[in-house]
Structure formats: structure tokens, C-alpha cells
Antibody, heavy 125, light 107 residues
Framework: EVQLLESGGGLVQPGGSLTLSCAAS????????MSWVRQAPGKGLEWVSIVSANGAATSYADSVKGRFTVSRDNSNNMLYLQLNSLRDEDTAIYYC??????????????????WGQGTLVTVSS | DIQMTQSPSSLSASVGDRVTITCRAS??????LTWYQQKPGKAPKLLIS???NLQSGVPSRFSGSASGTDFFLTITSLQPEDVATYYCQQSHSTPYTFGQGTKLEIK
């Protein structure tokens, strides 16, 4: 059974930093792209970032580009999201998810599932 | 960025009703459209990929279809356990964008 377990969320002041982790099990982690998606309280879903199976390629939403960094450790089946220069509007539940689909001709077509249970990041002074 | 517009934003229907949720893309995305179900307090669940490909374990009362840049999620006979918010997502290109969601309730 695929399991994704996020951790590392918490309360942080504006301008602060946090690292989220996602522990994966039950599938061949190193063969799947992985993604982070967030959901502000009472709001909809927002894609945040994606990392390729081997970690060589990454992509980010404009809202987090230059502030967040996604990485992975395939030897330990771990996905990470480093959050820097945090803002009030970064307050959200952060989910990790398998990124399904494929890339061809320089374009990647991705959808997400399954998802972890999420970890809450609250940015507030 | 590709904008995804869902309608309606909320919907109330009776058990056994046929329900349809619409998602419109701001440009052509071929069939790269995904549907998710999110029950209160839970993580989203993948329902349908590639506009009409039902995921394993999802009840057959759920189906997806498309017409140009309009995409449809249909529940043929609404059940109490279908109470949830449903999201569409374009899987065509980054940034992968979601619709704003449709909250489905039982009347």
C-alpha cells in the first residue's frame, strides 16, 4: 500500500524558514516524479512544485519561485520542501503526492495521486 | 497560465439524482484533465485522469467526458458518501492549475 507521510509543519513568523518532509513507502519511490500541493484554510488547491524521479528537474509556481526549494533523497525514500522568506499568504496545508503521467517533447503532463494527509504551515507574528 | 473555471460552485441534490459538474479550460488542453474528490478534513483523492479514465476502485457511477475545452464530471446516482468538494485540474502544462472547486451536498 502506498503511504505518504508529511511532517515539519508548524507556526513560523513572517520572513522565517521551515523544511517540510514527506516519507514515502509501499512503491518504487525513485521511479516517480513527486509534487507538493497546498491548500489555504477554507480555500482551493494550489500546485506548488514538482521534482523529477531522479531529482534533476524541478518546477515551481510563480508564487513560490525563488523562495521554496524541492528536493528528494531516493536512497531514503524522502521528499523535501524548503520554505524560505515565508509570507502570511503561505499559510496552508501542504500535501505531497505522487506525480503521475509522463513527459514528451519537452512537455510534461502530470496529475497527482495518491496524496499524503498533509502538514499545516501557519505564518503569523 | 491556463485558467480552469468550475460550475456550479455549490450544488445540492437528492440521493439517487444524476449530478453534473462542469470545468472549462481557458485554452485547449487536449484531454489532459483530472478530477479529484475531497471529503471534509481529508486529503484529495484522484478520481478520473485523462478526462475519462476512471481510477481503480472508484465507483462506476462516476464518469468523465469532454467537449472541446469543456469537461464534465457526472455522478449517475448520487449517494450519501459522495458529499465532498470536487476539483478539476489541467494536467497539460506547468503551472498545473485547479478549478476553484464544487461543493456537493445532499438535499
Amino acid at each position: 500500500e502506498v503511504q505518504l507521510l508529511e511532517s515539519g509543519g508548524g507556526l513560523v513568523q513572517p520572513g522565517g524558514s521551515l523544511t517540510l518532509s514527506c516519507a514515502a513507502s509501499g512503491f518504487s519511490f525513485s521511479t516517480y516524479a513527486m509534487s507538493w500541493v497546498r491548500q489555504a484554510p477554507g480555500k482551493g488547491l494550489e500546485w506548488v512544485s514538482i521534482v523529477s524521479a531522479n531529482g534533476a528537474a524541478t518546477s515551481y509556481a510563480d508564487s513560490v519561485k525563488g523562495r521554496f526549494t524541492v528536493s528528494r533523497d531516493n536512497s531514503n525514500n524522502m521528499l523535501y520542501l524548503q520554505l524560505n522568506s515565508l509570507r502570511d499568504e503561505d499559510t496552508a496545508i501542504y500535501y505531497c503526492a505522487n506525480a503521475l503521467g509522463s513527459c514528451s517533447g519537452g512537455s510534461c503532463h502530470r496529475w497527482f495521486g495518491p496524496w499524503g494527509q498533509g502538514t499545516l504551515v501557519t505564518v503569523s507574528s | 497560465d491556463i485558467q480552469m473555471t468550475q460550475s456550479p460552485s455549490s450544488l445540492s441534490a437528492s440521493v439517487g439524482d444524476r449530478v453534473t459538474i462542469t470545468c472549462r479550460a481557458s485554452q485547449s488542453i487536449s484531454n489532459y484533465l483530472t478530477w479529484y474528490q475531497q471529503k471534509p478534513g481529508k486529503a484529495p483523492k484522484l478520481l478520473i485522469s485523462a478526462a475519462s479514465n476512471l481510477q481503480s476502485g472508484v465507483p462506476s457511477r462516476f464518469s468523465g467526458s469532454a467537449s472541446g475545452t469543456d469537461f464534465f464530471l457526472t455522478i449517475t446516482s448520487l449517494q450519501p458518501e459522495d458529499v465532498a468538494t470536487y476539483y478539476c485540474q489541467q494536467s497539460h502544462s506547468t503551472p498545473y492549475t485547479f478549478g476553484q472547486g464544487t461543493k456537493l451536498e445532499i438535499k
